[in-house]
């Protein structure tokens, strides 16, 4: 298996520190407001990378934290108390904040069925640990502390930039210190900040105040994944200055950090960047409103590696429903030919495709186009057949778990919930009378009960076998 590290810009052989277990660290979210598809599309691809780890027999522990105190969430705190003729306090008011949206990203998560993560740290309950790992890096001259704050001296991290490629000179020019900041360098970063009046702040060593970001990262990782693990991901935005700073902290620390840096590319609405000001703004919950099915947008990002950007229109997402309807109308089909028949095998066979596309980098467009080229096969094979024995009923069997496993492997729910809420013995009888009326040459009547159907969202396809029928998506 070969993976993109973006730490050598190449792809390189993966070989776990451990034979047969991956540690992998994901940044998660930072709980201020409604996660948006954006979040989702970061969020979905790391599940699958989890995911096809796991097909592959490893042993995977997950990790995805939570920053829920920030300078945003705060913020969204005061505009909440400022619209409240009477509320709770400011620290009061952001643990609700972050509590509401954590919560809401929670459930969203629930609702796209990507899996929880093995473990879930907060910043704020890391906070002694993050002020032990601040105090290590002073006491080996990594960072210093400056008036309440403490910084990382940016001269004393080796290699820094090696991850954004980005040469620290140029880097310096032009680089200001901003007003209230006490920092030596304009590159130091903040590890610690003097607490502001009102807000959520912890006692330290250097007073009252709370961890800077990307402090929490480097803890989190190495309490829980150990001082070196597998892989560290994120999206391509964090590259810099948020890894490049956990990186710097960590060796800072002594530590050797990660080995595998995995970054997905963003995401665009109409070829626009998403924001509210733009009216472009796309939360999980409206588009699980209006489309239902969370596959429309994992077969949307699917289509596009995970390195790449991906452009979200409404068109788009029609596509991807009529991909979504192939899956659909052949397992109809299986289903109707299984009818009685016991499936005994569960094993995946025939994914050599599919492995070799998710072997290279995770190419989740040639593994779905394997995908399809089994729909395929198994659409002639069954055209090709006038009755079906138990040896072509078990070769069927054979062809839908196949088909059904690999769509779970990329989080795919292809064979779920097939026909929706609709009362099969009412479409039956429905179906008996159009064919009778038919029969009878009575094709006003035939017409209006196909109509009749057609109102209902269900689709009738007249075969030499009979009419079959499937529910519209």
Same mark, same amino acid.
């Given at each position: ?14 070989? *776990? ?107 704020? %309950? ?21 008036? !309440?704050?403490?910084?990382?001296? @940016? ?21 200001? @210190? ?26 330290? *060593? ?15 990782? &190495? +309490? ?10 994120? !999206?391509? +935005? ?7 700073? %956990? ?31 733009? !009216? ?13 099915? *969370? ?15 991906? +452009? ?74 006038? &009755? ?53 040459? +009575? ?10 159907? &057609? ?19």
């Amino acid at each position: 298996m070969k993976i993109y590290n973006s730490l050598t810009r190449k792809k390189d052989d993966f070989l *776990p520190l451990e034979n047969g277990k991956i540690g992998m660290y994901v940044c998660g979210p930072t709980v201020y407001d409604e996660p948006h598809i954006g979040h989702a599309r970061s969020a979905y691809i790391f599940d699958i990378i989890r995911r096809y780890f796991e097909y592959k027999n490893y042993e995977v522990k997950f990790v995805r934290n939570v920053t829920d105190v920030d300078d945003k969430i705060i913020d969204k705190a005061k505009k909440v108390l400022k619209s409240q003729a009477q509320g709770a306090g400011l620290v009061e008011a952001t643990k609700e904040i972050s509590k509401k949206y954590l919560d809401s990203y929670h459930h969203d998560m629930d609702l796209l069925g990507i899996r929880k993560p093995d473990a879930e740290p907060k910043a704020t %309950e890391y906070i002694q640990k993050m002020i032990k790992f601040i105090e290590l890096l002073i006491e080996r001259g990594a960072a210093y502390s400056s008036g !309440g704050d403490v910084y990382f001296d @940016i001269k004393k991290a080796k290699d820094y930039g090696k991850l954004s490629n980005q040469n620290l000179e140029k880097m310096e020019v032009g680089a200001r @210190i901003a007003p209230g900041e006490k920092k030596k360098d304009p590159l130091d970063f903040a590890l610690w900040k003097t607490a502001k009046e009102g807000e959520p702040s912890w006692q330290s *060593p250097w007073g009252l105040g709370r961890p800077g970001w990307h402090i929490e990262c480097s803890v989190m990782s &190495s +309490d829980i994944l150990g001082d070196q693990f597998d892989i560290h991901g994120g !999206g391509i +935005d964090l590259i810099f200055p948020h890894h490049e700073n %956990e990186i710097a902290q960590s060796e800072g620390a002594g530590k050797k950090f990660a080995r595998y840096w995995i970054h997905n590319g963003l995401l665009t609405i109409d070829s626009e960047k998403m924001a509210k000001s733009l !009216g472009n703004f796309i939360s999980i919950k409206d588009f699980m409103a209006t489309y239902k099915d *969370p596959d429309y947008l994992k077969l949307l990002f699917l289509n596009t590696h995970y390195k790449h950007p991906v +452009d979200y229109t409404k068109e788009k997402i029609e596509e991807m429903k009529s991909q979504k309807e192939r899956f659909v109308i052949l397992f109809k089909k299986m289903d109707e030919i299984l009818i009685g028949h016991k499936c005994s095998s569960k094993l995946v066979t025939g994914a050599e495709k599919f492995e070799e596309a998710m072997d290279d980098d995770f190419n989740t467009p040639l593994a779905l186009a394997s995908l399809f080229d089994a729909v395929t096969f198994a659409n002639k094979y069954i055209y090709s057949r006038n &009755s079906f024995g138990q040896d072509e009923k078990n070769v069927i069997c054979e062809m839908r778990n196949n088909i059904s496993a690999l769509g779970k492997v990329l989080g795919l729910e292809l064979d779920k919930n097939m026909s929706g809420d609709v009362d099969n013995e009412h479409i039956k009888k429905l179906i008996k009378e159009r064919n009778e009326a038919r029969i009878a040459r +009575d094709f006003k009547k035939s017409d209006e009960i196909r109509k009749k159907l &057609s109102d209902m969202d269900i689709i009738l396809e007249d075969t030499k076998d009979g009419t079959t029928w499937r529910k519209k998506i």
